[in-house]
């Protein structure tokens, strides 16, 4: 596939009314079952990451976990999970944040080496920034700052990267 070639957007699906009415999910499943293009999206998602000089790639819980571990492979640093609440053993920072279509919480487990590290978010999508902004906040009050965030998707009309004060990059973008 050539750069000419390269299109997200015909490789998202679109699904409406999921997970409630008046919602579209923009399922990467397309992408991540292309062995070509999910090369070409990771090899992307590195170039941009780079630019951040991260030494932590932070993934957030589920499909933030997929683009992660790649991705720190390739720009030789490490990674780390922020995962929704009730899924990480011993004392965790818990963030709670809302949602477009309701609320939720994440975590970080507390003895993460994260001190003066550099960490890049890593997730599919951007909306309203709510799992972006609590990841970010995770990762402060861990000791660690946020270099900035990386998303395959970004949903530009809910404004999610005002609530984020670090760069937000995105490989394809949506109004909603």
Do not use: W
């Not at 589920?62 to 004392?91: D, H, Q, W």
């Not at 984020?164 to 973008?173: G, H, K, M, T």
């Amino acid at each position: 596939m050539t750069n000419a070639e390269f299109n997200l957007d015909l490789n998202i699906a679109k699904i409406p009314d999921f997970p409630k009415p008046g919602i579209i999910f923009y399922d990467i499943s397309p992408i991540l079952e292309a062995p070509d293009l999910l090369k070409q999206t990771i090899d992307r998602l590195c170039a941009k990451a780079k630019a951040f000089e991260p030494d932590l790639i932070g993934g957030i819980d589920a499909r933030g976990f997929l683009f992660a571990t790649p991705i720190a492979y390739n720009l030789n640093c490490g990674s780390v999970m922020i995962r929704k609440s009730n899924k990480l053993p011993g004392e965790v920072i818990t963030e709670h944040y809302d949602l477009e279509y309701g609320s939720a919480e994440l975590s970080i487990q507390k003895n993460r080496n994260l001190s003066g590290k550099r960490v890049l978010l890593i997730d599919d999508l951007i909306a309203t920034g709510g799992s972006l902004s609590a990841a970010k906040s995770l990762v402060n009050k861990a000791g660690g700052s946020v270099c900035g965030a990386l998303c395959l998707i970004e949903l530009t009309g809910l404004k999610g990267r005002e609530k984020l004060d670090c760069p937000v990059e995105a490989l394809q973008s949506y109004l909603y």
